[in-house]
């Protein structure tokens, strides 16, 4: 079982940074680990995606140059780094966890864990 908790989320001003953290319990060492975010009245989205073992990167066209997702093997964790937010990027962001990476690292039903979620709010 793989368990994932997500943080650093917050308030933040168009134009700043945060880095959102997921903790992850488990062998994640085989997976893909994902970021999706949903925000009030539309669908869950991706955002970005790291393969544990190879370290190979994917992002969403919306945040390609602003945000950066990396992992720490030791401490089993991926980061999304995220800068020059956007209002638009206000949402709830989730964490998500692939056991067999397949290649459709976009797709949620690709992913078998997810985490609780952290609020992001960008202020105009």
């Known amino acids: 079982q793989v368990q994932l908790v997500e943080s650093g989320g917050g308030l933040v001003q168009a134009g700043g940074s945060l880095r959102l953290s997921c903790a992850a319990s488990?062998?994640?060492?085989?997976?893909?680990m994902g970021w999706f975010r949903q925000a009030p009245g539309k669908e869950r989205e991706f955002v970005a995606a790291?393969?544990?073992?190879?370290?190979?990167?994917y992002y969403s066209d919306s945040v390609k140059g602003r945000f950066t997702i990396s992992r720490d093997n030791a401490e089993n964790t991926v980061y999304l780094q995220m800068s020059s937010l956007k209002p638009e990027d206000t949402a709830v962001y989730y964490c998500a966890a692939d056991a067999d990476f397949t290649g459709t690292y976009y797709s949620t039903g690709a992913y078998d864990y997810w985490g609780q979620g952290t609020q992001v709010t960008v202020s105009s």
């Open positions: 790291i393969r544990w073992l190879s370290g190979d990167t």
């Open positions: 488990g062998r994640t060492f085989k997976f893909a």
